[in-house]
């Protein structure tokens, strides 16, 4: 497998997607300072250098990968991959070369369909289980999923490709922009919780907390400055500080093959996000209370997203090094512009806030209303069982008073089905001519 056809899937599959603790750890790893790479012009891939593609979040993960893993072994199908463009495979026209794979590699795909519509089909049942549902048509059920075929469940066709690229793209993309609304509700959720704290403490308390809180937004704000992402000045840091080299000597096309971990002729996501390390450890630190980590990943996230708008020109989600180049000879590139991190940023407005907290209330009187409904069936549930409990108690005293009184009539006490429990015992012949002698 070449490093390079690898980069090329995660196109297909990594593409827009929010990556947090595989860049953090890519970032420990990223730059081998004790090697010196600046007298080294051209060097081969490195397999043990490969950075494993991490989950991209998408229920049908695995069957994604398992799909890449097996086109990965076909030769003719890995040349096409290796010249085609990001629209092209977008477009669906790559997925007409599954047609000219070899018949080994589309029965292990034939055989990866067949597993995942039988899985689909197993999620299918346990939710109909759940809900006591029967009589469903499964086939029409599994129209659901977009990323294969459901009519052809056996084999795997070029249509299926063609789903599977444009299902994971659209998805990923959907992911991507959920990531961001979902930071902005957390953000809202916070200032709407301290709000109502303060709600509940008299004035010197209340004017204690707020103290506090603007000592820490303070504390949190006071930082070294961040360098534009991107930036001749963030770059030449990271040269200096990560790398251990001369700031005096820095090198694009150098920098660039220095942190191409993998050699593969790209800086992909990861390897980008890896850049910005140091300008976020000026800002986050997860010993300080007033640092919050899930800020910092949302800023990582802003800051990938910004350099690969001003930087990856055909929007693949890799940067080539002609790309990166050009990149560098730009006004943008010597003299950015300040960059400012979130705590700078208003990131929602009071009509948002209020907004929000009206669909909390909303949410939490519904859950209300629910509790209430829930309460009364309880309540209605131990009325019926406690009537059920007297009822019964009255039962096995009526039998008791029946019983008692067979018993002063010199009537033997009868079971539960009125058969006697006292059975006298039935004498033979034998027996009955002893008595009578």
Known sequence: ???????????????????????????????????????????????????????????????????????????????????????????????????????????????????????????IKAKLDSLQDTGMNHHLLLKQFEHLNHQNPDTFESSDLDMLIKAATADLEQYD????????????????????????LNEEKRKEEESKFEEMRRKHENHPKVNHPGSKDQLKEVWEEADGLDPNDFDPKTFFKLHDVNNDGFLDEQELEALFTRELEKVYDPRNAEDDMIEMEEERLRMREHVMNEIDNNKDRLVTLEEFLRATEKKEFLEPDSWETLGQQQLFTEEELKEYESIIAMQENELKKRADELQKQKEELQRQHDHLEAQKQEYQQAVQQLEHKKFQQGIAPSGPAGELEFKPPILNNQDTDKESE
């Open 1 to 123: 497998m070449t490093s390079s056809f690898q980069m090329r899937w995660k196109i297909i599959q990594l593409q827009y997607c929010f990556l947090l603790v595989p860049c953090m750890l890519t970032a420990l790893e990223a730059v081998p300072i004790d090697v010196d790479k600046t007298k080294v012009h051209n060097t081969e891939p490195v397999e043990s250098a490969r950075i494993d593609p991490p989950d991209t979040g998408l229920y049908y993960d695995e069957y994604l990968k398992q799909v890449i893993d097996v086109l990965e072994t076909d030769q003719h199908f890995r040349e096409k991959l290796q010249k085609a463009d990001i629209e092209e495979i977008r477009s669906g026209r790559l997925s007409k070369e599954l047609d000219l794979v070899s018949h080994h590699v589309r029965t292990k795909l034939d055989e990866l369909k067949r597993q995942e519509v039988a899985r689909l089909r197993m999620l």
């Open 177 to 200: 922009r959920t990531r961001h609304e979902e930071f902005k509700k957390y953000e809202m959720m916070k200032e709407h919780e301290r709000r109502e704290y303060l709600k509940t």
